[in-house]
């Protein structure tokens, strides 16, 4: 669609005279043995089609070919050639075919003789293949380190993240720096993951996807050697503050789930000892949520829908040149050049089983009124007639030219050393014929040169190993404690003066009592919730005393304490939207198995006012929850006074 769209713009300057009479001009470069991005619609064949001369403007094209590789030592240039050369009888589309053999050959420009090795080995078994690859990507690694590359001059080449992720995992335990778009994702840290989670229970408690993460950070931080399975199941049922009481961490999740966004997230961090583990992840985490807060929104909703549609494209950022090892997909390395180039994982078949769907010429069945038909791509399609045949030809030998693409991307990104590594066994037995999978086209050539499959094929020289003196400098360390500093004890803040406040500003006094009761959950609360409150400023030492005696009246009331014993869902102070009309906010709502508790705070005298909002909030829940018993209730608590309350 976009080429269609760039034609008619393109179109005229190219067909019409400036005015000095000279028609315009147009210069489009590509090679279509790189085209490998048709899984996000890229579409070879119209760059082929122009190769074939289907030119669609007036005026004569010009087509040059750049023969000479001015990237690949001379042995790197010659290997490929030959490579290329040898599977060209095993190219089933014609159209394929044709382009690399007119285009696969290039000249040689550096004459340096740089180096060649294939490395196939013969294992069935999917785990012990998986853990020979790895350890082979590491030994060519350290081979290549011994001959005086730097980690930066090494790249590692695989096809999938699962594939990059268990190199990663193995390098990491030889202490070998590596960079790796994997590796440097947000999402994918342990601790990222856990904080995130939290997050999200603070909303949803009854999640248990983000619950089990939770655990699961539990189980590798607290108790490595009781069973996974044991492990969990033991701790999922739990709440969660019962989790975290039961492995001695001081942290009250409610208060949690009452702090601003980056507070909540200082909290947690501090209180399970992230700062023991932190990595550029973490940090970079928190600069980012740091900067959100800031910027954007300081809530937890607005943090999470940020992260659910962005998570995924944060990363560490990273110095240019870092000196570390370099594991890419192929995808992302086209473009790029590397002096070493690693390509372990050479195991798949030139026709991918992934699955998937496509649309059928149904019209031959059952005519213009259903002329297309989505169904399931397979070998089957071919016996839909001669639209599904020409169909089914049609997907192979695109599927054949993206895997060959990828396959000389790969191969044409080293400069001066490339190494192979291939299972024989991974797809001889699922391929009609072993040519149809990169081991076999791997031992076609092989063949062909005479080369016995049991032995390494070399062509070249390695560089002359180097003796590294220990260039390491005994470095002073200096220690760094990240400790929490409880900062809010540290400001200075008019504190709230409850008599004379009360006295100049009755509306100060409500908004006070409103806002405490707002975060009291349960009777555990009121400690910690005063305690906020002073440090904040916001009640001084004086009425910290006065405020709980007052406050445990309405908690040890008859009608109200089974409501703060931690037997019902709590909703405080929370929005309820109503189309059309405005919205309604009550103190307290709460939910258990058989009914709904309506309470609102008043601490004002009784008037009919109150009744009248009351009787409101609980027609609207009605609505909302319908088929739920509700009980609803005024609550009036005034100083120098017993607590009233009102059933409605």
């Known amino acids: 669609m976009q080429w269609s769209n760039l034609i008619p713009l393109i179109k005229e300057p190219l067909e019409g005279l400036d005015e000095q009479g000279n028609v315009g001009s147009l210069l489009v470069v590509g090679d279509p043995k790189q085209s490998i991005y048709r899984w996000r619609g890229g579409h070879v064949e119209q760059f082929l089609a122009l190769l074939k001369g289907e030119i669609p403007f007036q005026v004569p094209a010009d087509t040059k070919q750049l023969k000479k590789n001015h990237r690949s030592f001379h042995t790197i240039v010659k290997f490929n050639n030959v490579f290329f050369e040898s599977i060209l009888p095993h190219i089933h589309g014609t159209i394929n075919k044709n382009l690399f053999k007119k285009g696969y050959h290039q000249n040689i420009k550096n004459p340096s003789i740089g180096y060649v090795e294939i490395d196939q080995f013969h294992e069935k078994d999917s785990l012990e293949a998986l853990n020979t690859h790895v350890q082979k990507t590491y030994d060519s690694i350290s081979s290549a380190l011994e001959q005086g590359f730097e980690p930066n001059e090494i790249a590692v080449l695989v096809r999938t993240k699962a594939q990059a992720s268990s190199i990663c995992e193995f390098l990491v335990l030889q202490k070998i720096p590596f960079l790796s778009s994997e590796s440097l994702n947000l999402s994918h840290s342990k601790e990222v993951q856990f904080l995130v989670a939290l997050l999200q229970l603070a909303l949803d408690e009854n999640n248990l996807k983000e619950k089990l993460l939770v655990v699961e950070f539990f189980k590798a931080s607290f108790n490595k050697e009781e069973a996974y399975h044991t492990f969990v199941s033991k701790h999922l ?27 909540a997230v200082e909290a947690a961090f501090y209180a399970f000892e992230l700062s023991a583990v932190m990595d550029a992840h973490l940090q970079t985490f928190l600069d980012h949520l740091f900067e959100f807060s800031q910027q954007k929104h300081n809530d937890l909703m607005s943090f999470l829908m940020h992260w659910n549609q962005q998570g995924d494209s944060l990363y560490v950022a990273t110095p240019k040149g870092l000196d570390a090892i370099q594991i890419l997909t192929i995808h992302k390395a086209k473009g790029l050049e590397f002096p070493v180039v690693i390509l372990p994982f ?112 070399v062509q070249g020289h390695k560089r002359p190993l180097i003796k590294r003196e220990d260039e390491s400098e005994e470095l002073k360390v200096f220690p760094i404690e990240i400790n929490s500093k409880k900062w809010q004890n540290s400001l200075m803040i008019q504190a709230y003066d409850q008599p004379q406040s009360k006295i100049n500003s009755p509306k100060i006094w409500g908004i006070l009592i409103h806002d405490i009761l707002a975060k009291i959950e349960t009777s555990e609360d009121l400690d910690w919730v005063l305690e906020e409150a002073f440090s904040l400023g916001r009640i001084n030492e004086n009425s910290v005393d006065l405020i709980k005696k007052l406050l445990l009246k309405v908690i040890n009331h008859p009608s109200l304490n089974s409501f703060f014993k931690n037997e019902y869902k709590v909703w405080n102070e929370r929005d309820i939207l109503i189309p059309n009309e405005e919205n309604i906010r009550p103190d307290r709502l709460m939910e258990n198995r058989n009914e709904m508790i309506l309470i609102d705070y008043k601490t004002g005298n009784p008037k009919q006012a109150d009744q009248d909002q009351i009787e409101h909030y609980k027609k609207i829940i009605g609505q909302v929850f319908s088929g739920k018993k509700i009980k609803s209730y005024l609550v009036y608590v005034q100083e120098k006074k017993e607590v009233e309350v009102v059933l409605i």
Do not use: C
């Open 237 to 263: 049922k739990l709440p969660l503050q019962k989790i975290f009481d039961k492995h001695g961490i001081n942290f009250n999740f409610l208060k949690f789930k009452t702090l601003p966004l980056y507070e």
């Open 346 to 457: 050479l195991d798949d078949p030139i026709q991918g089983s992934h699955r998937t769907q496509v649309w059928l010429n149904t019209t031959e069945w059952f005519g213009e009124n259903l002329s297309k038909g989505w169904i399931p791509y397979s070998k089957k399609i071919v016996d839909y007639g001669e639209a599904g045949e020409a169909l089914f030809n049609q997907i192979q030998e695109a599927n054949e030219l993206d895997a060959l693409n990828v396959l000389y991307v790969a191969m044409t990104r080293p400069v001066e050393q490339l190494i192979l590594i291939s299972n024989l066994k991974a797809t001889a037995a699922k391929s009609a014929q072993t040519q149809d999978s990169y081991p076999g086209l791997i031992q076609n050539f092989l063949k062909i040169n005479n080369v016995d499959e049991s032995t390494t094929y």
